[in-house]
């Protein structure tokens, strides 16, 4: 045998039993991540450990009364302006409800309380009626008193704007409703379709309000409706008048039946219309079947 090749069977048979008594594995972690088992082995000198996944997604706010009734669960596009006009409340009062940071900040599938705190056993209850009132232009002067003491009622409207009171039907809850503008109508409401009807008319003509209320919206923050004013008038009904050209009124402010709100425009419209709905608890029902005969 030669002297080179015994050297070399030498260090291969030292090298076997090396690696045969070697007590120092490489290490193996198992870890059970989301009920799985698996295998992990630690990161390399110098580099920065992968962060473990979280076990469950945070819930949403709320998210314990989905699908509960007085409770409406926030869908992509909307706004806090759209969820009041959705659920037929202010939207500020949403804000304070659900002790909001910023009204401005709202998630996909975050659920909203849309009854006063307290009332969810009574979302269906009897709403506050408003009182009728008529009302007179700004610069008319007071009527003479007549010997009795009383003054004769004269209230000045609008020329051809209907004024008559509708026929009372159920579900009406003693609304002294009046048409807000003096135009044909154009677009009817349908069901899943239009959520109101457009009355059309001419760049400026007044837009009215069509019952006492005040003023839960002005503004035109709400895609799709251009300038827009949403009246509530009491705990059932709202109105909203979309794509005025001007807005006559604010935020809060109490209005009356036949005051001008508005000025009738086409801001996100293709054309001049006044767009009317009458939202009852934030459904969405037929004008023409509340509103007066012309």
Known sequence: MRRG???AMLLCVALLAGCATSKHPAPVEDRVVGGRSTLATPPAP???PAQPAADAAKPLPGAENAGKPGYYTVKPGDTMIRVGLESGQNWKDLVKWNNLDNANVIEV???LRVVPPGNDAGVSTRPV???RAETRPLDAKPA???ASGTAPVAPAVPTNVSTAAAPQRDGDDDVNWMWPASGPVNNVFEEGKSKGMGIAGKLGDPVLAAADGRVVYAGSGLRGYGNLVIL????TYLTAYAHNQTLLVKEDQAVKRGQKIAEMGNTDSDR???HFEIRKQGKPVDPAKLLPPR
């Open 129 to 131: 009626t408003a009182a």
């Open 272 to 274: 001049v219309l006044l």
């Open 5 to 7: 090749t015994g050297s």
């Open 144 to 146: 003479p008193v007549a």
């Open 109 to 111: 599938g975050q659920v």
């Open 46 to 48: 110098g580099s920065v």
């Open 232 to 235: 509530k008038h009491n705990a």
